[in-house]
């Protein structure tokens, strides 16, 4: 019997020290698992933004936890309707992805309101890219 419970507490060790590492920030850039993963857009896909960790591109924590475009700072934007300033994060929740978890508990990002890619891409339409780069990174 001593056998088998060392056993699993053994196990238990292995999937805890899994699980801290793979919560790591560091070990999400080196493993690629942060690569276009956030992302986001307002809800008619005239402004697209990208954050890029290792590259020093990181968003921090907006006032009242809304992500909101400011107009003037948006000049680039002419094609934005004035009443779309509200920015949604394009990355789900999804509770099978272990290593996200400890995100998923803590961080702000996940405040924000949650928008579907796929039905912006549509509202947005193929060739918008083109005609608005200053304002759109996809």
Not at 59 to 65: A, L, R, S, Y
Not at 114 to 129: N, Q, S, T, V
Request: some cysteine; glycine content about 8%.
């Amino acid at each position: 019997m001593p056998m088998i419970k060392k056993k699993h507490r053994k196990w238990i060790w292995i999937i805890a020290v899994t699980l801290l590492i793979s919560n790591v920030s560091g070990f999400k850039e080196l493993t690629g698992l942060n690569d276009w993963y956030y992302r986001y857009s307002n809800i008619s896909g005239t402004f697209t933004v990208m954050e890029i960790i290792r590259q020093g591109r990181v968003f921090k924590k907006p006032p009242k936890g809304e992500f909101i475009l400011n107009r003037p700072d948006f000049v680039g934007c002419k094609l934005m309707p004035q009443s779309d300033t509200i920015v949604y994060r394009l990355f789900a929740i999804n509770p099978l992805k272990f290593w996200r978890w400890g995100e998923y508990i803590f961080d702000w990002r996940y405040r924000l309101p949650y928008a579907d890619w796929e039905a912006i891409k549509k509202k947005r339409g193929f060739g918008y890219l083109e005609i608005s780069k200053g304002c759109m990174e996809f």
